[in-house]
């Protein structure tokens, strides 16, 4: 069973920085794609990011440019570095992974930008 725990969100100031952290319970190199989700309240869930298992990262148009996908295969954890962030990007956000024809979600991790 894959599990997946969500950390580093918070309450930020508009402009500033927030780094979240997926770990995962197993070996992410067999996560193919995993990425980032966000809900915001009343809203469907809605594509933020994602990383291949080769290093191919995709990301919505709405954080191009200021969100960051990384991976530390070592450490079995997913990274989004969320910069320049904005009132809009408040939401819970989600990691989630694909892994032998599953997809699978971490609990969510608040992230509050105030404006």
């Known amino acids: 069973q894959v599990q997946l725990v969500e950390s580093g969100g918070g309450l930020v100031q508009a402009g500033g920085s927030l780094r979240l952290s997926c770990a995962a319970s197993?070996?992410?190199?067999?996560?193919?794609?995993m990425g980032w989700y966000r809900q915001a309240p009343g809203k469907q869930r809605d594509f933020v990011a994602t990383?291949?298992?080769?290093?191919?990262?995709n990301y919505a148009d709405s954080v191009k440019g200021r969100f960051t996908i990384s991976r530390d295969n070592a450490k079995n954890t997913v990274y989004l570095q969320m910069n320049s962030l904005k009132p809009e990007d408040t939401a819970v956000y989600y990691c989630?992974?694909?892994?032998?024809?599953?997809?699978?979600w971490g609990q969510g991790t608040q992230v509050t930008v105030s404006s």
């Open positions: 990383m291949t298992r080769g290093d191919d990262t």
């Open positions: 197993g070996s992410i190199f067999a996560f193919n794609p």
């Open positions: 989630n992974a694909h892994v032998l024809g599953k997809f699978y």
